[in-house]
């Protein structure tokens, strides 16, 4: 794109090379304020070189906002285009049928939706995007599932879960090794 992040005005007006598309909307955004219009016109008639030192430093803080914006614009592109692929694997994997005229009572049904304000649970496999390491998850036992949430969704050491679960600490650590070890092993030979 551009190749210094200290661009100064000069660079971009008065060489002269071509100037590309995106150069230009730069020079035009500058431009549009009327105090850097003004100081333009003033170097113009002038050509001083107080008022060219003035331009260049503004420009050079227009020109790091810019980058900044761009910057921030592409974070959230990708970011908004990751959260929708984890969005659609969530919707995939834990899809609503309804195929039988089923009689739920309105507690079962505030229970089961309500297990997080924003329609997530807890749970380590509702984090995962990658359907082999989902597969491998979904195979693990409850108790399994609970201790890896624990461990890598809420972040709690193993001596806080042995204490939240009511076992010792060693099995906390044995469990969570072995699971890793399992899955290791079961990803790598795929």
Not at 8 to 16: A, E, I, K, T, V
Request: a positive charge; glycine letters at 2%.
């Amino acid at each position: 794109m551009f190749h210094t992040p200290n661009q100064n005005f000069d660079s971009y007006l008065w060489r002269g090379d071509k100037v590309s598309s995106e150069k230009q909307k730069i020079i035009q955004e500058f431009l549009r304020f009327p105090s850097n219009r003004t100081l333009f016109e003033e170097f113009k008639a002038t050509n001083s070189e107080e008022l060219k030192l003035e331009i260049d430093s503004k420009f050079k803080k227009h020109y790091q906002n810019y980058r900044i914006i761009s910057y921030l614009i592409k974070v959230l592109h990708y970011e908004s285009k990751h959260f929708d692929r984890k969005m659609r694997a969530y919707k995939n994997r834990n899809q609503l049928n309804l195929t039988s005229n089923l009689d739920l009572s309105p507690i079962y049904l505030e229970k089961s939706f309500s297990s997080d304000s924003n329609g997530f649970s807890k749970g380590i496999v509702d984090h995962i995007s990658s359907n082999n390491l989902f597969d491998c998850l979904s195979k693990l036992t409850d108790r399994q599932k609970e201790i890896l949430s624990l461990v890598y969704v809420r972040q709690m050491t193993d001596k806080e879960i042995a204490q939240y679960l009511g076992i010792t600490q060693q099995a906390v650590s044995k469990t969570r090794r072995n699971v890793i070890k399992n899955i290791r092993k079961e990803i790598t030979h795929d």
